[in-house]
């Protein structure tokens, strides 16, 4: 009889690691069946039918609508609906990945209801406790069952923790494997099928990447004033394209001076539009913690604006370099880059495209021998 799996998911990115699973999951029906949940935690117009198609995933199976309200609120809301479904058909086991509310929520579900656990991207920490991704990393593992790493420091927090040695898998990377993915997807188009296209062409194929985010750089107005100016003084010498998260753009409208006309605004970006615009990138400058990974994964010179990353691999062997909100520093590396200078890195160990071929393969064993 196939196990069933709940997969859980609560906003774009989190599908795009979710993807490599269902793709190996499909490959194995006689030992798996699977239900992907979407807890609405972010809506998203771009995740239309096309999305899942991209992807290779079908639609989910369930919508929980739990979108919008205070962390608290957004977390008990998701609780309650997923706690409904788990009651009238439970699963053998409920898969978490990353480090959303969803992640949190499901997991504190599942084991109330004596449900396995797996969480998928465990163990990574950045020591920052004001970032709530980072309490929701360690809440979700104390109480998981099984521990999927993708880099060595993951593997190494979960033993400091006293999670045991037998539950805890160092696989690779999912994030990794649907960049793969998608790339060989997207080099099958012709070169005119996207708009980020026309874009680089207009920009004559030398150009860098900004995406901004997190609350600790774009909520107070010095700290983004502070990166605005490194923009700026870059953008005279490297033109800027910066998709802009929603939240982002009101700050920008309030930011003075504003940013440089060297600096190209865009609304956010379809994942295979933007994936086509960073990955020829002279150099991508972020506060995201999946774009540190997939710019180490494809060799782009990274530098991220912040203090500390909860995945060191991308620093120690990638491609990216932490560089905080000091103009003064961020312009030095980044200068440094456009000079020639761009750190040289290398893929990490089982960033290969089979990390979703090694979870489901570990979670057959798992599943076999019982939580713990």
Known sequence: MPKLLYLVAGARPNFMKIAPIIRALQR????????????????????????????GIPAPDHHLDCGGGSHAEQTAKIMVAFEKICTTHPPDCVL??????????????????????????????????????????????????WFFCTEPAGVDNLRREGQPENAIFHVGHVMVDNLLYQK??????????????????????????????????????????RIASALNTLAAELPLVFPVHPRTREQLQRLTPPLSKGITLLGPQPYMEFLN????ATLVLTDSGGLQEETTALGVPCLTLRDNTERPVTVQAGS?????????????????IVRGQAKRGHSPALWDGRAAERIVAQLQHCLAKGAR
């Open 277 to 280: 615009l960073w990955k020829d």
């Open 320 to 336: 990216n370099t932490l560089v905080g909100t000091d103009p003064g520093t961020i312009l030095r590396a980044a200068q440094g």
């Open 184 to 225: 060989q997807q997207l080099e099958q188009l012709p070169p005119t099928h996207l708009a980020s296209g026309a874009l680089k062409a207009r920009l004559g194929g030398r150009y860098g990447v900004v995406t901004l985010h997190r609350p600790a750089n774009v909520d107070d107005g010095a700290t983004l004033a």
């Open 96 to 145: 978490v990945v990353g480090d959303v509310n969803s992640t949190l929520a499901c997991a504190i579900v599942a084991k109330k209801l004596q449900l396995p656990v797996a969480h998928v991207e465990a163990g990574l920490r950045s020591g920052d406790r004001t970032m709530p991704e980072e309490i929701n990393r360690l809440v979700t593992d104390s109480i998981s069952d």
């Open 28 to 55: 194995r029906p006689e030992d798996f069946a699977f239900r992907l949940v979407h807890t609405g935690q972010h809506y998203d117009r771009e995740m239309s039918g096309v999305f899942f198609e991209e992807l």
